[in-house]
């Protein structure tokens, strides 16, 4: 049955190119998932793509990997500049064409794209955080660097997740976006190095700087807080403690190297201090849903001298409530960082990453919990939400 729906799915999803007249601008008609309204579903409607521009490439995507942040993009805790948006900021696949300009791919190049761009040249790229590149000013703009769209759906332009707009089969995205990769990785795997991958396995690599022997616990296993559970195993940690109310999301941890689990912060910080002769952990990475002031306090609480708390979550843009053990950060030399796309380098980690993947270091297999055809997108995140999935994925390939 999936597999007859599927099929007709591709067939609907075909390039459609028509012939150019003279002076006429190509474009192609796709589809893609569009935001109208937050708290609305993301709708399937039909895309109408422009070439590529100026330093602008379009892409045939593999695959789409159903990220939480376009979840709070779709409530409206991560708002647009405005609607419509395509969502989707986690995919792989192929460059179909450049645009005039374009100088680190080309037509048939594999790439990730990547969800903040790196443009190289600004002052975070030249200082080694591609993370913050200046370009990243622009995620929730979503526009073109000329300040326009290529995409059009019902007549109108539509902005782009993070600059991206993975679900639909096809993109034009700017050329600071996309990372050339290996040709033999498959393709919806390397999606899921364009975000929660990178960020969850940075955020205990980069962010928290673990080190071999050290105790991490990580508070949160979906999508990100799995990767920070490996990332924190293959930089040599002894002790993973994965902290999640979810049992599935418990025993999914242990695939990606936990060595404890815990249903609450409260239980962990109950075992702690036998586990680690009184010295708690070294480092707590927060991976949850959506960051609280609360989990902030309880993530200080299972940290030790000079210990390191990494903020990785998202949270709500208004929220800037925290409660803290003050005396403790102090006397203790606590530090609270903030930490984006877990302070990598994405030109430079992707490609890495995917090298560790090869190797067998890198688990990706194991993260994609289940594949959804195009059309069943919200029952990916409703899956998400119901803590069904620990990463979701759309393939355009199947
Ligand atoms: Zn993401
Ligand atoms: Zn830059």
Known sequence: MAETASLEHVARLTLVQHDLLEGEEPNVKTQAAVLWEYGKDWQ??????????????LVRL?????CHSDEHVRIGDLPMEGLPTIGGHEGAGVVERVGPDVTSVREGDHVVLSFVPA????????NGHQNLCDEGAELTVGLQRDGSSRHHVRGQDARLMC??????????????????????????????????????????????????????????????????????????????????????????AKVFGATHTFASAAEALEALPDLTWGRMADSALITVGVATGEVIGEALSL?????????????????????????????????????????????????????????????LDELVTRTYPFEDINQGYEDMRAHRNVRGMVRFDQ
Do not use: H
């Open 303 to 363: 940290v030790g001298k000079l210990g390191t708390v990494v903020l990785t979550s998202l949270s709500p843009v208004t929220d800037n409530q925290v409660v803290l053990p003050m005396f403790e950060v102090t006397a203790f030399q606590k530090r609270l960082v903030g930490c984006l796309f877990g302070d990598a380098n994405p030109r430079y980690d992707i490609p890495r990453l995917l090298d560790l993947y090869v190797g067998g270091d890198l688990l």
């Open 44 to 57: 399937t409607e039909e895309l109408e793509l422009d070439d590529p521009k100026s330093g602008e490439v």
């Open 62 to 66: 593999a695959a789409t990997g159903l």
């Open 119 to 126: 443009c190289g040249r600004c002052l975070s790229c030249a």
């Open 163 to 252: 600059l991206l707009g993975t679900f639909a089969p096809y993109t034009v995205v700017r050329e600071s976006s996309v990372v050339k990769i290996r040709d033999d990785v498959p393709l919806d795997k390397a999606a899921l190095v364009g975000c929660g991958v990178t960020t969850g396995w940075a955020t205990a690599v980069y962010g928290a700087g673990v080190s071999p022997g050290d105790t991490v616990a990580v508070l949160g296993i979906g999508g990100v807080g799995a990767n920070a559970v490996q990332g924190a195993r293959i930089a040599g940690a002894s002790r993973i403690l994965a902290i999640d109310p979810s049992e599935f999301n418990r025993e999914q």
